[in-house]
């Protein structure tokens, strides 16, 4: 099976029924989340991120946006388009965060 076939498959499985819950995870952070269901490019934004990264790792993105949302110095997340274009910044500070806790051996 080449690449593009494999892309356009898993482009498929990524714009239904997944793309939806992982949409609808966004009422986490966003009141109003139920208006990124019609946005095109808010959806276009996360069917990327899910081809990149995958279904599971996008989710558990959203999840950590919940949790730092509202922390000093962490970026500001409640859109898909806002994920893509700002999850650098959310990767470093939760790098930072995880640094900071003490490990216990």
Do not use: W
């Not at 482009?11 to 009422?27: S, Y």
């Not at 939760?94 to 051996?105: E, G, T």
Request: hydrophobic share 35%; net charge positive; charged share 30%.
């Amino acid at each position: 099976m080449n690449n593009e076939k494999l892309k356009t498959e898993f482009e498929i499985v990524v714009k239904g029924k997944d793309l939806n819950d992982l949409l609808d995870k966004f009422k986490l952070i966003n009141p109003t989340h139920y208006l990124l269901f019609k946005n095109k490019n808010q959806r276009n934004a996360l069917e990327r991120l899910v081809i990149q990264f995958g279904y599971d790792k996008v989710s558990k993105m959203i999840e950590i946006c919940a949790q730092t949302n509202g922390q000093d110095y962490a970026p500001t997340i409640t859109t898909p388009m806002e994920l893509e274009k700002k999850l650098g910044s959310l990767l470093t500070f939760y790098k930072r965060q995880q640094a900071k806790k003490p490990k216990i051996f």
